[in-house]
């Protein structure tokens, strides 16, 4: 099992519409999760954090669910501008590896 | 501006050819990273450093190598034992505390002559 997986999609949703990503992670350890936005041919940026309570920024919303380790991103009344793919990172504080762990990446297809 | 920067953009690999990829940051970041991403794939990590004069392996290190002889520069060298080159490399770099987001170069796209 991949310690980070992520639907591939794509997703093809309308302008307007409401689109949410999940991600799972297998280290019950890991303590910090980003959301990253991807565009073809480019370097992920980073998007947004995702804290335990949940946050939102604009349109978007992150959520961690602990018990059942997933997280995930809500896209409000998508834009054409939000096609791309959004990576999800997971660090895991227990084994020493100081580093991220990316899923394979969603694509959102926003048509008009 | 702060920020990471790779070169060159774009580099092609003849056979049996050692080829480095430059990074450089002005973030006064402690950590650094090199990555590398097939067409339609995720990011894997080849090497990370988390303090000058020492990195570590990351999931996919055979065949490159790096240095990190000063905290703004983390070269990574792709030997002509790595046969299958052809990818994108991102750079990126972090505070050293493990729960910090990691910020990306523009990457460096490689590929065989």
């Known amino acids: 099992r991949k310690e980070v997986e992520q639907d591939p999609g794509p997703f093809n949703v309308p302008e307007g519409a409401t689109v949410a990503f999940n991600c799972t992670y297998s280290n019950s350890a890991s303590q910090s999760f980003f959301w990253y936005r991807q565009d073809c041919r480019k370097e992920p940026k980073l998007l947004m954090s995702v804290y335990s309570s949940g946050n939102e920024d604009g349109r978007f919303t992150a959520q961690l669910n602990r018990a059942s380790q997933y997280i995930s991103l809500l896209i409000r009344d998508s834009k054409l501008s939000d096609s791309a793919t959004y990576l999800c990172a997971v660090n895991h504080m227990d084994t020493g590896r100081r580093a991220l762990t990316f899923g394979s990446g969603t694509r959102l297809q926003v048509q008009p | 501006d702060g920020g990471i920067t790779q070169s060159p953009k774009y580099l092609f690999r003849k056979e049996g050819q050692n080829v480095t990829l430059s990074c450089e940051q002005n973030?006064?970041?402690?950590?650094m990273y090199w990555y590398r991403q097939d067409p339609g794939q995720g990011l894997r990590l080849i090497y990370y450093s988390q303090i000058v004069n020492d990195f570590q392996k990351g999931d996919i290190a055979e065949g490159y190598s790096v240095s990190r002889e000063k905290k703004e520069s983390f070269p990574l060298t792709v030997t002509s034992a790595q046969k299958n080159p052809t990818a994108f490399y991102l750079c990126?770099?972090?505070?050293?505390?493990?729960?910090?987001?990691?910020?990306f170069g523009d990457g460096t796209r490689l590929s065989i002559l």
């Open positions: 990126a770099s972090s505070n050293r505390r493990g729960n910090q987001p990691q910020h």
């Open positions: 973030l006064n970041h402690d950590a």
